[in-house]
Structures are given as structure tokens and as C-alpha cells.
């Protein structure tokens, strides 16, 4: 049964990089047929897709990100990363990680990590 | 993006009751509706995916329909463990959009 696990600072200063790490256990990010995203949930509890990496190392980001995001992945250590530079306050929320198979849900996700943007 | 709204965004109910909920899509996307449960302080959780298919080990109380723009989640018999706020959201298309939540409280 596959598990994801999302790990990374839970503070994060005005402008800097806000970078975290989803390892996953059970089975291999490197095979294909998955899309592994990333997902945030704000404090309001709205949900907003960031974009996902393919096993073949392809990516999609949401535009609405403006470029802000880079998801990576290193199969070496079976982790899907996620960056997100020039952070405000309107980037605190929960961050997840969420795996996204043929049937075109997302399933399982992490248990999820609050990243607080604040000074 | 397609846009995709919930309704209502709350609705209180009591144990054994029929609940429905609504998704309308900005736009038609076919089949391509999941609906999640999400409990507080857990992640969402997949209940029902490609509009009508229910997950595996999800009770079968739990139901959806729908096709194009129009969705339902329905939940017959409402246990206390559904209590819970769920959401839909749209894979027909990138970037992928959720709807803004419905909150079922008990009454």
C-alpha cells in the first residue's frame, strides 16, 4: 500500500523559498500510469492544485502560480520535491502531496505539513 | 481553468437521513468529477471518482450521478462517521480545480 509523507520547514520568512519533500514508501514514483502533485489547502479550507511531475520527469504548473513553483523528483530516495519562491502571507496553508492515477483522482495523499509564511 | 461550484456550502442533517450535494461545472467536462471527504484535521479522501464509480472500501450508501455540467453526491441513511465537509473536483482538464466545499453538520 503506498504511503506519502510530506516533511519541510513549518515557518517560512516574506520572500524567501518555500521548499518541502514528499517521500513516498510502498511502491516506486519511477514507473508510469501515476502523476505525483502537490496541492495546497488554505486556512479557509479552499483547495488549489500547484501542478504535478510524471515518472518520465514531465511537468505542469498552475498558471496561476506565475512560475513561483518547481516540482522535481529524485528516484534515488523515492521523493517528489516541491519550491515556491517569493512566498507572502497568502501561501500560508496545509501542503499535500497526492498521487493521481488512470482513474483521474487523486489517491492517497499525505498526511499533509502547515507551512506559515510570517516574519 | 474550469470553475466548480458546490451547493449549499452547509447543510445540517440528522443520522439515517438522504443528503444531497451539488456540482456544477463551468464547463462540460464530460465524466470526469471525483467527489472527496475530508474530516478535520486529515486529508481528503476520494469517496467517489469518474462521476459515479465508488471507490474501493467506501460504503455503498454513498452515491454519485451526473455527466457534462451537472454532478450529485448523494449519501443515503447518513451514518455519524460521514459528518464531514466534501468537495468535487474536476479532472477533465489542467490545472485541475476543486470546488469550494459543502459541510454536512449534524442537526
Known amino acids: 500500500q503506498v504511503q506519502l509523507q510530506e516533511s519541510g520547514p513549518g515557518l517560512v520568512k516574506p520572500s524567501q523559498t518555500l521548499s518541502l519533500t514528499c517521500t513516498v514508501s510502498?511502491?516506486?514514483?519511477?514507473?508510469?500510469?501515476?502523476?505525483w502533485s502537490w496541492i495546497r489547502q488554505y486556512p479557509g479550507k479552499g483547495l488549489e492544485w500547484l501542478g504535478y511531475?510524471?515518472?518520465?520527469?514531465?511537468?505542469y504548473y498552475n498558471p496561476s502560480l506565475e512560475g513561483r513553483v518547481t516540482i522535481s523528483m529524485d528516484t534515488s530516495k523515492n521523493q517528489i520535491s516541491l519550491k515556491l519562491t517569493s512566498v507572502t502571507a497568502a501561501d500560508t496553508a496545509v501542503y499535500y502531496c497526492?498521487?493521481?492515477?488512470?482513474?483521474?483522482?487523486?489517491?492517497?495523499w499525505g498526511q499533509g505539513t502547515l507551512v506559515t509564511v510570517s516574519s | 481553468d474550469i470553475q466548480m461550484t458546490q451547493s449549499p456550502s452547509s447543510l445540517s442533517a440528522s443520522v439515517g437521513d438522504r443528503v444531497t450535494i451539488t456540482c456544477r461545472a463551468g464547463?462540460?467536462?464530460?465524466?470526469?468529477l471525483n467527489w472527496y471527504q475530508q474530516k478535520p484535521g486529515k486529508a481528503p479522501k476520494v469517496v467517489v471518482y469518474?462521476?459515479?464509480s465508488l471507490q474501493s472500501g467506501v460504503p455503498s450508501r454513498f452515491s454519485g450521478s451526473g455527466s457534462g455540467t451537472d454532478f450529485t453526491l448523494t449519501i443515503t441513511n447518513l451514518q455519524p462517521e460521514d459528518f464531514a465537509t466534501y468537495y468535487c473536483?474536476?479532472?477533465?482538464?489542467?490545472?485541475?480545480?476543486f470546488g469550494q466545499g459543502t459541510k454536512v453538520e449534524i442537526k
Open positions: 497526492a498521487r493521481e492515477s488512470a482513474s483521474n483522482c487523486f489517491d492517497p
Open positions: 510502498g511502491g516506486s514514483i519511477n514507473i508510469g500510469a501515476y502523476w
Open positions: 511531475i510524471y515518472y518520465s520527469g514531465s511537468t
Open positions: 464547463q462540460s467536462i464530460s465524466r470526469y
Open positions: 469518474s462521476a459515479s
Open positions: 473536483q474536476q479532472s477533465y482538464s489542467l490545472p485541475r480545480t
